[in-house]
C-alpha cells in the first residue's frame, strides 16, 4: 500500500524559507508512470495547489507561488521536497504531499495524499 | 486560471436522503478533467470522481459525477452517515490547477 508522509518544522518565522519532505512508501518514486506534489490549506479554508514534479525532474508551479517556490525530488531516498522562501503569516496552513497517475499532472488528479503537516508562520 | 464556483455553501440534509453539489466553472473545462474530493476534519482530501464521471477505486456506487463543459455535479444517492463532510471539486486541465471552495454537508 503506497503511503506519503511530510516531515519539517511545525513553526517557522516570518521572512524565513520552509524546507518541508516528503517520503513515499510502498512504491517508489522513480516511476516515470507517476506525478508528485505539494498543496496547501490554510485553517479552515479551501485547498491550493503549490507545484508538481515528474520523475524526470521537470517541474509545474503555480504562478501565485512560483517567485518563491522549489519543487525537487531525490530518487536514491524516494523522497521529494519543498522549499518556500519569504514567507509570512498568509502561509500557514496544513501543507500536503500527494501522487498523481500519468506523465502529466493534466492526466488524473492526484488519488495518494499524506496526512497532511500544519505550518504556522509566526512573526 | 479557472475559477471554480461550488454550491451551495452548506447542504443540510438527513440519512438517506439525496444530496446534489454543483461546480460551475468561469472558462470550458479541458477534455472533462474536472475532480470531485471528499474531506473530514483532520483528513486529507479522499479521491472519489476524476474525468468528471469516473469514480475512484473502491467509492461506493452511490457517488455519481455528471457534467462537461462548465458545469459538473456530484451526487450522492442516499447519505450514509459517514458521507457529512465537506466536497471539493478540482480542474485538472490547465495550469494552475484549481479547486473550488467547498460545499459543506451536514446532518439536519
Known amino acids: 500500500q503506497l503511503q506519503l508522509q511530510e516531515s519539517g518544522p511545525g513553526l517557522v518565522k516570518s521572512s524565513e524559507t520552509l524546507s518541508l519532505t516528503c517520503t513515499v512508501s510502498g512504491g517508489s518514486i522513480s516511476s516515470s508512470s507517476y506525478y508528485w506534489g505539494w498543496f496547501r490549506q490554510p485553517p479552515g479554508k479551501g485547498l491550493e495547489w503549490i507545484g508538481s514534479i515528474y520523475q524526470s525532474g521537470s517541474t509545474y508551479y503555480n504562478p501565485s507561488l512560483k517567485s518563491r517556490v522549489t519543487i525537487s525530488v531525490d530518487t536514491s531516498k524516494d523522497q521529494f521536497s519543498l522549499n518556500l522562501t519569504s514567507l509570512t503569516a498568509a502561509d500557514t496552513a496544513v501543507y500536503y504531499c500527494?501522487?498523481?497517475?500519468?506523465?502529466?499532472?493534466?492526466?488524473?488528479?492526484?488519488?495518494?495524499w499524506g496526512q497532511g503537516t500544519l505550518v504556522t508562520v509566526s512573526s | 486560471e479557472i475559477v471554480l464556483t461550488q454550491s451551495p455553501g452548506t447542504l443540510s440534509l438527513s440519512p438517506g436522503e439525496r444530496a446534489t453539489l454543483s461546480c460551475r466553472a468561469s472558462q470550458s473545462v479541458s477534455s472533462s478533467h474536472l475532480a470531485w474530493y471528499q474531506q473530514k476534519p483532520g483528513q486529507a482530501p479522499r479521491l472519489l470522481i476524476s474525468g468528471a464521471s469516473s469514480r475512484a477505486f473502491g467509492i461506493p456506487d452511490r457517488f455519481s459525477g455528471s457534467g462537461s463543459g462548465t458545469d459538473f455535479t456530484l451526487t450522492i444517492s442516499r447519505l450514509e452517515p459517514e458521507d457529512f463532510a465537506v466536497y471539493y471539486c478540482q480542474q485538472y486541465g490547465s495550469s494552475p490547477l484549481t479547486f473550488g471552495g467547498g460545499t459543506k454537508v451536514e446532518i439536519k
Open positions: 500527494a501522487r498523481g497517475a500519468g506523465s502529466t499532472i493534466f492526466y488524473n488528479p492526484p488519488d495518494y
